[in-house]
């Protein structure tokens, strides 16, 4: 699986939106990016995954770049229930066969009043 | 629909003492994993399971054992704490096939003196 690099932290005013970005330019070509999140220590929350085209869902929104060395998720109006750390993660996706994660240190995103 | 659950949440341990962690699913996934996570760092496989009979090691599988004898269950055995094996313990659960989402249950807090 392709390594990732991420900000490791980040702050967001609450109501505008949250952009955080993922470099990941080993990428090979069956590799999907996907993104989780988790907040103060709970399990991690799937957000939003793509391969080449931009995807939304009611969550979040996310932009691969042409070549797809490059991603960010975007969070159109941040919470502060947004708080959390943000990973993204570059894998082979075998749909319904589950697979490994490897999750690296990520982005904390503190969003504030 | 519980989604998946763990038990304990929380667990003192003393060196050299033995426990099982408990995992269960009820969403009919075929594939389950457990994942650590130390403080400040992200997530790392332990142990994944592809169906019921089928074990395989993850990324840090020393000193843990799991078995899978039905669908729903993945516990993992601490045959002999050690101080190095306090952290908080994830499993998780995948089988959606249009986006191999995982779903993370909300993890034991292990703690070993």
């Known amino acids: 699986d392709a390594k990732t690099t991420q900000p490791p932290s980040m702050d967001c005013a609450e109501g505008r939106a949250a952009n955080l970005p993922c470099n990941h330019s080993?990428?090979?070509?069956?590799?999907?990016v996907y993104w989780y999140r988790q907040i103060h220590s709970q399990g991690p929350q799937y957000i939003i995954h793509g391969l080449k085209n931009n995807e939304t869902n009611e969550m979040a929104s996310l932009i691969i770049t042409e070549d797809r060395k490059s991603s960010t998720l975007i969070l159109p109006h941040a919470t502060l229930r947004d708080t959390a750390v943000y990973y993204c993660?570059?894998?082979?996706?075998?749909f319904g066969q589950g697979g490994k994660l490897i999750f690296g240190q990520g982005t904390e995103l503190s969003v504030k009043p | 629909n519980a989604g998946v659950t763990q038990t304990p949440k929380f667990q003192v341990l003393k060196t050299g003492q033995s426990m099982t962690l408990q995992c269960a699913q009820d969403m009919n996934h075929e594939y389950m994993s457990w994942y650590r996570q130390d403080p400040g760092m992200g997530l790392r496989l332990i142990h994944y399971?592809?169906?019921?009979?089928?074990?395989d090691q993850g990324e840090v599988p020393n000193g843990y054992n799991v078995s899978r004898s039905t669908t729903e269950d993945f516990p993992l055995r601490l045959l002999s704490a050690a101080p190095s094996q306090t952290s908080v313990y994830f499993c998780?659960?995948?089988?959606?096939?249009?986006?191999?989402?995982?779903?993370f249950g909300p993890g034991t807090r292990l703690t070993v003196l």
């Open positions: 080993t990428i090979s070509g069956n590799e999907y």
């Open positions: 998780a659960t995948s089988g959606d096939i249009s986006t191999d989402t995982q779903y």
């Open positions: 993660i570059v894998r082979v996706a075998i």
């Open positions: 399971s592809v169906g019921a009979g089928i074990t």
